[in-house]
C-alpha cells in the first residue's frame, strides 16, 4: 500500500469519527480543549488499535466479524441518536442529556466509529501491509480530525443550542444507516 493510499486510508477510517465528534461538541455550551482532547484521544486510540486485533485475529475472526459488524455499529449509533433526539424534546430529562464526553458513552461511540477498523485490520494482514506505519497514521488522523470536529461542533453549537441534541442524534443516526447501506451495497 503506497503512502497516499495510507493517507486515504486513514482519512476515510475517520469520518465516522469526525462526524460523531462534530456531533458531540454541538452539545457543549463553549470550547473546551480538555474535553475535546478526551475525545480525540478515546477516538484516536480504538481507531489504531482495532486494526491491530484485526491484523492479529485475521485467519480465525475474519468470518465471524464481517457478517455482523455494521449492524453493532448500526444499533449503537441509532440507539444514541434516537435517545439524543427524544432527550430534545422532553424538558425533564435536561439533566439526565446524553453526553458524549461521559467515559460510558464515549466507550461505546469509540466502538461503534471503529468497527470498521478491524476489517481493515484484517485486510492489512491478507495484503501484508506493515501494521506498525499503519495504525500510527490512522491514530493520529483520527485525532486530529476528532479534536477539529468537537471544536466546529461547539462554534456550530452554540448558535443552535435548542436543536444542538436533534441535529447530533440525526448525524448518529445517519451514520448508523450509512455503515449498513455501504455494507448491503458491498
Known amino acids: 500500500m503506497s503512502f497516499a493510499a495510507l493517507i486515504l486510508t ?3 477510517l475517520a469520518m465516522d469519527a469526525l462526524a460523531v465528534s462534530v456531533s458531540g461538541g454541538l452539545n457543549l455550551e463553549k470550547a473546551n480543549i480538555r474535553k475535546a482532547v478526551k475525545m480525540a484521544l478515546t477516538f484516536g486510540i480504538f481507531q489504531a488499535g482495532m486494526p ?3 491484523y492479529y485475529a485475521a485467519h480465525s475472526f475474519k468470518s465471524y466479524i464481517e457478517h455482523f459488524d455494521h449492524w453493532i455499529a448500526f444499533g449503537l449509533l441509532v440507539f444514541i441518536g434516537l435517545k439524543m433526539i427524544w432527550e430534545a424534546f ?17 466507550l461505546l461511540l469509540a466502538v461503534a466509529t471503529s468497527i470498521d477498523a478491524l476489517a481493515v485490520g484484517i485486510s492489512f494482514a491478507l495484503l501484508d501491509i506493515q501494521i506498525l506505519m499503519a495504525v500510527v497514521m490512522i491514530g493520529i488522523t483520527t485525532f ?10 461547539c462554534r456550530v453549537g ?6 444542538a441534541d436533534v441535529i ?10 450509512n455503515i449498513i447501506f455501504e455494507h448491503m451495497i458491498l
Do not use: A, P, Y
Open 10 to 12: 486513514s482519512i476515510g
Open 158 to 163: 452554540c448558535h443552535f443550542s435548542q436543536w
Open 168 to 177: 447530533g442524534g440525526i448525524i448518529l443516526i445517519g451514520i448508523g444507516v
Open 90 to 106: 422532553h424538558e425533564e430529562s435536561v439533566s439526565n442529556k446524553t453526553n458524549h464526553f461521559e467515559i460510558r458513552t464515549l
Open 144 to 153: 486530529i480530525l476528532s479534536f477539529l470536529g468537537v471544536m466546529i461542533g
Open 52 to 54: 491491530v486485533i484485526g
